[in-house]
């Protein structure tokens, strides 16, 4: 096999991105190409041979496709504390290494933490990451209930389902945009050398940007 695409069919990279390029991205186009109806993915619907759309009408497979996108939100919260976790990491090691201006008997140079202004930056944002790391285990551990349910054909409460939907949306929106203007809060505490590539911010921040547009644009 060459693995060159078929007539009619176009197959690339959209290009680098402003960061997580670890992760591939690519395009397909079609054009005038037949998909045989047995090729196309069809667990939870299917179109038959008039061209007529019909969903599954299994229940339980239609509750695991929504909890789906709930999971990858609930996931989404809990990274949001371990990237914050990060940036306020490097920011806060570094104002403990950081000295500027003398105390009030010129003897001792003052850590930039001693400064007010650099703690009321920091540590409520290392305060969020701890939260948005445990709101994501709770998020998670109501997943694994309602899926647990969905999966035992026992009666799943609309109340959870609802809950779990509008919470993860909420969280997932809050956490992400937070997260990201936290990343950039903490490489401004660093100065000129949180501008560097060596401090990990550059790395840091452009890969995870894309989480505030991922799942919905917050």
């Known amino acids: 096999a060459t693995h060159?695409?078929?007539?009619?069919?176009?197959?690339?990279?959209?290009?680098?991105?402003?960061?997580?390029?670890?992760?591939?991205?690519?395009?397909?186009?079609?054009?005038?190409?037949?998909i045989p109806r047995e090729n196309m993915a069809a667990k939870f619907a299917h179109v038959d041979a008039e061209g007529n759309y019909h969903s599954t009408?299994?229940?339980?497979?239609?509750k695991l496709a929504g909890l789906t996108m709930t999971q990858v939100r609930a996931t989404i919260v809990q990274l949001a504390g371990r990237a914050?976790?990060?940036?306020?990491?490097?920011?806060?090691?570094?104002?403990?290494?950081?000295?500027?201006?003398?105390?009030?008997?010129?003897?001792?140079?003052?850590?930039?933490?001693?400064y007010s202004s650099q703690q009321h930056r920091l540590l409520p944002l290392l305060a969020a990451a701890y939260c948005f790391h445990f709101n994501g285990l709770a998020l998670g551990n109501m997943m694994d209930e309602a899926t647990a349910l969905v999966v035992s054909g026992a009666p799943v409460p609309?109340?959870?389902?609802?809950?779990?939907?509008a919470t993860s949306s909420g969280l997932k929106a809050l956490c992400t945009t937070v997260a990201a203007d936290g990343i950039e809060v903490c490489r401004r505490a660093c100065g000129g050398h949180g501008y560097l590539q060596s401090s990990g911010f550059p790395e840091l921040s452009g890969t995870y940007l894309q989480s505030v547009t991922v799942e919905g644009d917050d």
């Open 57 to 62: 009408s299994d229940p339980t497979s239609k």
């Open 84 to 114: 914050l976790a990060q940036a306020c990491t490097i920011a806060i090691r570094y104002s403990y290494v950081r000295v500027q201006g003398f105390d009030e008997h010129q003897t001792r140079e003052h850590q930039v933490i001693d």
């Open 4 to 34: 060159v695409p078929l007539p009619g069919v176009t197959v690339g990279d959209i290009g680098a991105k402003l960061g997580y390029n670890n992760m591939d991205n690519g395009f397909l186009s079609l054009d005038r190409v037949r």
């Open 158 to 165: 609309p109340a959870l389902l609802g809950e779990l939907h």
